[in-house]
């Protein structure tokens, strides 16, 4: 698990639904965090990706 923390900016990874974008991360939990895409055709839309989505921190 990645150390997260409000603000930080994590890698997305892609599936079949979405690109690999960019995610602002609002507030972590246990399972998911919670946010917003930064980037690609899901940007502004609110999140919970879990843990497994989360490829690293961005630069």
Same mark, same amino acid.
Not at 5 to 26: C, K, M, N, T, Y
């Given at each position: 698990?990645? =150390? $997260?923390?409000? !603000?930080?900016?994590? *890698?997305?990874?892609?599936?079949?639904?979405?690109?690999?974008? $960019? #995610?602002?991360? =609002?507030? *972590? #939990?246990? =399972?998911? *965090?919670? &946010?917003? +895409?930064?980037?690609? /055709?899901? +940007?502004?839309?609110? !999140?919970? /990706? &879990?843990?497994? $989505?989360? $490829?690293?921190?961005? /630069?």
């Amino acid at each position: 698990m990645i =150390d $997260l923390q409000e !603000g930080d900016i994590v *890698v997305i990874r892609a599936s079949d639904d979405w690109p690999e974008h $960019l #995610f602002e991360v =609002d507030e *972590v #939990f246990e =399972d998911c *965090v919670i &946010g917003y +895409s930064l980037t690609g /055709p899901l +940007s502004g839309v609110y !999140g919970e /990706p &879990g843990w497994e $989505l989360i $490829l690293r921190k961005a /630069p």
